[in-house]
Structure formats: structure tokens, C-alpha cells
């Protein structure tokens, strides 16, 4: 099994049941487009750690920063986002492993497509 | 005192900078190394050069990552999540970047054998702004495409501290606005910005109700959200889609095809929207930090013709400092100044007048030997003049007599524009010279016009310019006297051929002249910049005309050249009349026929 069918995989196993889950329960991560009831589209800013955040040496592993990102879900009530962790952390051991996406080499994707990246 | 280095990359334009304290030791994108336009890979390269700088790995004490990839991956999820089942294609492609590499790379800083920061790709922008600028206190404005979260923040600089106030969340973002105006007018996003900015002039903003209207809903605070029902970038790997034609009233420009009035006309909406987006966003972050001073980056931000704009209107705003790596490049900068004044507190020093960017000169230098070796191994012949002065004076009387000069001399610039040490040069009176070098050199469409270099004491003379623009990051009218009448003809009644335009000069210094009478105004002192003063001063002695014609020294397709190798190559491959590099003289006129039959002989692929 290729990293990639492990990731198409994850698509159709945890991915597809969780946004039906979402729609059936109404819950969105983002806003699609305007709201009128809004007077200001300004929000407060988006950090885990007011712009800056250190990491020690075991804090800069894959699987630390998994986890990391699993307890910033816990913090926002997220918590069927974290049910995702482990098959997440299955790719992300492909991805390593297979060097398929190794630093050096060329980025796969087009140079456009903002929200992969 | 330890070294922080800053580093960006794994999406595009990828870069290394190094700082010491208050001081920045050595900045510089990858491409000029790896000769890859844009290279968005780890820059391996870029950071073996300011590991140079700074005296080794042993000197360094922290490394800085633009971007905290936690929560950019975040996002990415939960996009794939929100906009399923449309992600399905697209999804296999965002997880071997983000949870193959993007996540792998604090690990590989940390082998380093140093402590590891992740920074906010948009407080690494608001740092590159702030920390260099001359300013103890300003109000920031970053606006790109999209960072982990943000699209636009506003925040407060004072003193070493930066405080972020308020942003505009993905996918509501004006940089992906504008990105989608480029891909539909077929250019490339992320580089063809720029040239949809120059191409606005042709065409009038009748889109821009429309826009309005339909693709995005602007408050008077500056703050938007797009309309997604028109845009392709949350489920595909195209910007736009079918109901954004639809909109327009026609498809996607095919690339490198016949501009029509419509494309024209596009371009020129999507500049009045950037513009009056930018503005409002300006005004709101002036008000809500109660500073006089503004900072600005985010690729958005390298959009000169809006910052000209927000001079004219902001009349509560004193000073304006734009960082000249703009754009994602200059994260790497951003990220490492910000660990050396927040995490270690270390002091600035703004006196409100002069900036600590060092004229954006941050990139590698060649000594003589090198340059030298570098000539002989192409079998150029060339000389080298007895003394400056007589250096100076060959390549003054050589843009008199209407050569083109390869200027390559001391450090490379950092950012996306030449200044003078990586820049081809000429004299901005002769008439055909924009299409002239366009053809001969640059090899790409010729309705960009060029950006005009002026001694920095001299430009209220031939612009309507008031202060110094060393980053080439103002647009300024020419002065009203200096200025020709256009005639446009049929232009907008069938005959929308721009050359019929560009052709008539425009003004007494016609090449760089646009064809709304702006220009892209780069001013040069002798602080800075000493030896390239010293050639824009004899060229003025020599003509009574303090103007050059300064363009970045590479031909489409190729990033600006960096060592000498790269210099002679170009040299020899295009039009160039004269490289001027280091104490050395090249001209083309003197060259074997060996050499000069090698003229277009290599070509790249078109940004």
C-alpha cells in the first residue's frame, strides 16, 4: 500500500463519515461567504501561542506535533476531529517512511493550490 | 551573542536569513542558488550561505520556521472536511505536503543542534515589517493569501514587542482575490500579481460593481469575505471556476494569447478593488492602534501602484515602511527577528529615520578573484579599468551612448526586485527602450514598463513624489511638465493593440513612463547604495539627467542571477551590450564570434 492509498483511504473511511456527521449535527469549521447579520468580518487572531512557540528536541517530532495539534482540538471542544489522530498519524509514518515527499524534492503540487499547502 | 536563523519555505519562494541581535547579518531566496524560479523546497542552499555569515553552526542559537505547521494543517483538514466530498482529488496531494513535509521539518531544524521556534506566518510577516523599520511605534498591516489561519492581520508594533489585533480568516482573503483576477487573465498566480498590477493602465475598472456585487462583501473597516460559490481553490487546484466566468463574461485567458479589452478591463477593476480594500484595511489599523506610522508586508504588499495610492490618501499617516521581501521570502527574515527581540528580548533600535534593512543588500558577494575566474572560464575577454572613478566613468559614457549594461557588484539584493547590485541598466530617454530591452534582453511581453532609478535628492524633480523609495515599492506619477499627451486612438473601439500605445513616448523619460503616466520609482543614495550613487551621479554630469532605466538582471523565466557565473552566462545569452562586474568590463562589441553566436541560445520556461 502506497502512502497515497493510505491517504485516499483515510478519505473515505474517517473523512466522508465525519463531515456527514458534521452536516447532520450543523457544525462548520469556517464561514462559505457573507453574513449580513455581521457588522465587521474582523476577528481575533488565530494562535496557539500568541505568534511564537518554542519546541524541544522530542516536541519537533511528527508524532509530537500530531499530538500537539490533537490537544488544540481538545482545548476547542473538537474532540470528534481527534478520533482522527491515529489513522492520521498511520499516513504521516508512510509519508516518512517511503521518502516519497522528502524535503529536497520538488514540491507535487502546483503552485496554487493555497489550501494544501 | 548567539545567531537566530530564520527559515521559510515548502510552499514557495522559498529563503534563509540570519540575525544577531538588532542586526541582520544575511538574508536570500533559494531560487538564486538552485537557479529554480521560486523554489519552494527546503533552502538548503540559502541556508549554508547565512550559516557562512554568521560564522558557523557552532554561532547559531536558535532556528525559526515561518509558520506554525500545527495549525496550517489544521486548517488544511478541516478545509478537506468542509468542502468534501469535492477535496477527494486533491486531499492525497495535501497530506504528502503537510504530514510529510511540513511536519517533518522541526525535526530536521532540531538536527541542527538548536533550539527550535515555530513562528505565525503572519507575525513572521509583521516582523519583517516592523523590526527594520525605522519606527518605534506603527500600526502593522499584513495581507497575502493565506497563512495558518489569517489572510489579513492587523497588529502594533512598539518598541521589541508586537501585539496581533484582528484578522481575516481563510478562505476570506484578499490575496486569493487577487490571485484568482491573475489566473483568470492567464497569468501565474503568485508571480503573474505583478504583472496584472501593470497591466491595469490599459484598461478602465468596469468590473468593479460587479465584484461587488457578487464575489466579495467589503465593510467599510476593510474587512471582507469572498463569495465561495465562485472560487475553485477550497476543492480544486484551479482559483476560479465555471460561475466565476460566467461572471465575467468570459473564460480564463489562455496563457501568453492576445490581451483583449475584456482582460484589460479586469485587471484594471482588480487593481481599483486591491486598492481600495487596502486602503479602508489602512485606515482601520491607523484608528484602531492610534499610530501615525504604518508597516506593511504580505505578498499583497508588494503591490506598489496601492502602496502609491495609500501616500496619496492617508493623510493621518506620517511614515510608511514596506518590507522589500514582501511576499513569503521575507518570512524567513520575520521569524528570526522576532525570536531575537520577543524571545530573547533583545533591543532595537529605531530612530525614526533610517531603517536597518541595509538597503535590502543582504545577499553574497564575489570577491575580484572569484568574478575574474568566473569571466575566463566563459572565454570572455574583458578588462579591468586603473581605478573606480575610470570604471565608473566607461559605464556612464557607455548608457550615454544608449548600451545596456549588466550591473553585478557587490552584495545580492533579498527580495523579489533588482537595486542596482543584480540589475540591467540603461538610458531611460531613448524612445523604443522598453521595447527594446523587452525584446532584446527580458525576452517577455512588452506592455510592463520599466522601473526608473533616480538619485534620491532629485526625484521631486520627475515625480510627484515627496520622500524616498529605496525598495522600488512606490508608484509615483511623472511630474506633469516632463509629461507627453497619448493618443489611444481605436484602443477601446476594436484596436486594442498596446503596442500602438506604448510606442508613442509618453514623456521625456518614455521607458519608464507607464501609459498612465506612473512609474515604479526606486530612489538611490549614497548611504545605501555608494558605488551605484556614484554611477546614477556621472550619469547625471554626463546628461544633466539623474535617471536610469533599472530592471532585474535575468531573462524570463530565469531567477536574478547570483554569483558571476550566472552574470557572464546571461551576458552572453541575451542583449546585454556591457557587463559591468566587479572592477571588470565586458563589451559584447569586443567578443570573439564564438561567443557571441551564442546569443539566445538558452532559454527557460515562462513565469
Keep these: 500500500m502506497t502512502s497515497t492509498d493510505g491517504a485516499a483511504r483515510f478519505y473515505a473511511d474517517y473523512l466522508l463519515p465525519l463531515k456527514r456527521s458534521n452536516d447532520r449535527r450543523d457544525v462548520h469549521y469556517f464561514s462559505a461567504g457573507p453574513d449580513r447579520t455581521k457588522d465587521s468580518y474582523w476577528e481575533s487572531p488565530t494562535s496557539r501561542s500568541s505568534g511564537i512557540r518554542v519546541l524541544d528536541r522530542d516536541g519537533c517530532k511528527g508524532t509530537a506535533l500530531l499530538d500537539q495539534l490533537g490537544a488544540y482540538w481538545t482545548e476547542r471542544n473538537q474532540s470528534q476531529l481527534t478520533k482522527l489522530l491515529p489513522a492520521l498519524e498511520e499516513i504521516r509514518k508512510a509519508l516518512s517512511g517511503n521518502g516519497s515527499a522528502g524535503e529536497d524534492s520538488p514540491a507535487p503540487l502546483t503552485d496554487f493550490v493555497y489550501p494544501l499547502h | ?607
Design chain 2, 1 to 607: 551573542m548567539k545567531t537566530v536563523i530564520g527559515i521559510s519555505g515548502l510552499y514557495h519562494d522559498s529563503a534563509a536569513a540570519a540575525v544577531r541581535g538588532n542586526d541582520i547579518l544575511a538574508a536570500a531566496q533559494e531560487e538564486r542558488f538552485s537557479r529554480t524560479k521560486h523554489d519552494p523546497r527546503f533552502p538548503r542552499l540559502a541556508l549554508d550561505y547565512c550559516l557562512a555569515q554568521a560564522g558557523g553552526r557552532d554561532a547559531v542559537g536558535a532556528y525559526a520556521f515561518y509558520e506554525d505547521t500545527v495549525l496550517s494543517f489544521d486548517r488544511v483538514l478541516k478545509n478537506a472536511i468542509e468542502s468534501a466530498p469535492g477535496t477527494e482529488t486533491i486531499w492525497p496531494m495535501a497530506a504528502a505536503s503537510q504530514l510529510g513535509q511540513k511536519l517533518a521539518l522541526p525535526a530536521r531544524l532540531a538536527e541542527q543542534g538548536a533550539a527550535v521556534f515555530l513562528v505565525d506566518h503572519h507575525m513572521s510577516h509583521a516582523a519583517s515589517a516592523f523590526y527594520p523599520s525605522p519606527y518605534a511605534d506603527a500600526a502593522i498591516v499584513v495581507i497575502d493569501g493565506i497563512g495558518e489561519w489569517a489572510s489579513s492581520t492587523i497588529a502594533h508594533g512598539q518598541d521589541n514587542r508586537i501585539l496581533s489585533l484582528s484578522q481575516i480568516s481563510y478562505p476570506h482573503s484578499l490575496g486569493l482575490l487577487f490571485s484568482a483576477f491573475t489566473h483568470h487573465c492567464g497569468l501565474r498566480v503568485n508571480s503573474g500579481e505583478y504583472k496584472l498590477m501593470g497591466l491595469a493602465p490599459y484598461g478602465q475598472p468596469r468590473y468593479v460593481q460587479r465584484a461587488l456585487d457578487h464575489l466579495i462583501d467589503l465593510r467599510d473597516d476593510g474587512s471582507l469575505r469572498l463569495n465561495t460559490e465562485y472560487f475553485g481553490f477550497m476543492t480544486s487546484d484551479k482559483m476560479t471556476n465555471e460561475a466565476f466566468e460566467r461572471l465575467m463574461g468570459c473564460p480564463r485567458r489562455e496563457p501568453e494569447s492576445m490581451l483583449t479589452i475584456e482582460y484589460m478591463d479586469i485587471a484594471a477593476s482588480c487593481q481599483a478593488i486591491i486598492d481600495e480594500v487596502v486602503l479602508r484595511i489602512a485606515r482601520q489599523a491607523l484608528k484602531i492602534t492610534g499610530s501615525h506610522n504604518l508597516c506593511l508586508a504580505g505578498g499583497v504588499a508588494l503591490n506598489c501602484v496601492t502602496n502609491g495610492k495609500l501616500l496619496k490618501n492617508l493623510s493621518e499617516m506620517k511614515g510608511i515602511w514596506i518590507q522589500p521581501a514582501a511576499g513569503d521570502a521575507g518570512g524567513a527574515l520575520g521569524a528570526a527577528l522576532h525570536v531575537a527581540h520577543t524571545a530573547w528580548n533583545e533591543p532595537r533600535q529605531a530612530d525614526g529615520r533610517r531603517d536597518g534593512q541595509k538597503g535590502s543588500l543582504l545577499g553574497p558577494e564575489y570577491s575580484p578573484e572569484e568574478i575574474e575566474q568566473a569571466l575566463q572560464a566563459a572565454g570572455v575577454l574583458y578588462h579591468r579599468p586603473a581605478n573606480t572613478t575610470e570604471h565608473v566613468e566607461r559605464v556612464a559614457r557607455a548608457l550615454v551612448d544608449g548600451l545596456i549594461v549588466g550591473r553585478f557588484d557587490g552584495r545580492m539584493e533579498f527580495g523579489p526586485r533588482a537595486l542596482g547590485n543584480r540589475s540591467i541598466i540603461a538610458d531611460p530617454r531613448r524612445p523604443d527602450g522598453q521595447t527594446h530591452i523587452n525584446l532584446r534582453i527580458k525576452y517577455r511581453e512588452s506592455w510592463r514598463p520599466f522601473a526608473p532609478v533616480v538619485l534620491a535628492d532629485r526625484v521631486s524633480e520627475y515625480f510627484e513624489l515627496d520622500r524616498e523609495s529605496p525598495y522600488m515599492l512606490l508608484v509615483a506619477d511623472v511630474r506633469e511638465n516632463l509629461r507627453h499627451s497619448v493618443d489611444w486612438g481605436n484602443f477601446r473601439n476594436g484596436d486594442s493593440d498596446m503596442m500602438k500605445v506604448l510606442n508613442q513616448p509618453r514623456s521625456t523619460l518614455p521607458s519608464i513612463t507607464h501609459v498612465d503616466y506612473s512609474a515604479r520609482v526606486q530612489t538611490v543614495d549614497a548611504e545605501r547604495n555608494p558605488a551605484f550613487h556614484q554611477l546614477l551621479a556621472q550619469f547625471d554630469t554626463l546628461t544633466g539627467c539623474p535617471v536610469l532605466i533599472n530592471t532585474s538582471f535575468n531573462q524570463r523565466g530565469e531567477p536574478i542571477v547570483c554569483e558571476p557565473a550566472d552574470a557572464v552566462r546571461c551576458f552572453i545569452n541575451t542583449g546585454i551590450d556591457l557587463l559591468a562586474i566587479g572592477p571588470f568590463l565586458a563589451f559584447k562589441a569586443d567578443q570573439s564570434a564564438e561567443i557571441r553566436a551564442k546569443e539566445g541560445k538558452i532559454s527557460y520556461d515562462l513565469d
